[in-house]
């Protein structure tokens, strides 16, 4: 009988994020999920009220500044990390999910090159870090809809071969 993990990442709130629910009789495969970076586990079964009790705690653990992300702007671009949403000259931008993170995680480091692969494993999983097409389509979307020339960018600076930069005011 083969054992698999089942791992539920719930990435809506950063402070649990690494939440692990893991469905496995092996202590070994737990530790190694907590020595990856998990903050807890829960073994089926289990009960939802046990579930919901465990988040309550670790959102109590999250620092009061984490929860609260403030507005970023980058001259006539604003990234509200808070309400999730990106304003152009006071105007909001529609945005995909994907190229919503993309530029938030630009934004969360502003002047700093994040490597390609950094981008898709974060963005896309651990499993896309070799699927350089997949992010620049989203960049190529992002900078039409922020009306970005790639020639002469004033928010997204391709660092040919490594990444990219989102320019800091």
Do not use: C
């Not at 009220?49 to 670790?58: G, H, Y």
């Not at 909001?92 to 490597?115: D, F, M, N, S």
């Not at 999983?125 to 002469?152: C, F, M, N, W």
């Amino acid at each position: 009988m083969s054992q698999t993990a089942t791992i539920l990442v719930i990435d809506d709130e950063p402070q649990i994020r690494k939440f692990l629910r893991i469905s496995l009789a092996s202590q070994g495969y737990k530790v190694e999920a907590l020595d990856g970076g998990a903050n807890d586990y829960v073994t089926k079964p289990f009960g939802i009220q046990e579930f919901l009790a465990r988040v309550r705690a670790l959102l109590r653990q999250a620092p009061a500044g984490e929860a609260q992300e403030a507005a970023l702007s980058f001259g006539p671009l604003t990234v509200d990390l808070a309400y999730r949403r990106v304003l152009l000259d006071g105007a909001e931008v529609a945005l995909t999910r994907k190229e919503y993170a993309v530029l938030a995680q630009l934004a969360r480091h502003p002047g700093r090159v994040i490597t390609q692969q950094q981008l898709l494993k974060d963005i896309w999983g651990p499993t896309h870090t070799e699927d350089s097409h997949y992010l620049r389509i989203v960049v190529g979307h992002l900078r039409q809809k922020l009306a970005d020339d790639p020639t002469q960018p004033r928010f997204i600076v391709t660092e040919a071969g490594v990444g990219y930069r989102l320019l800091s005011a």
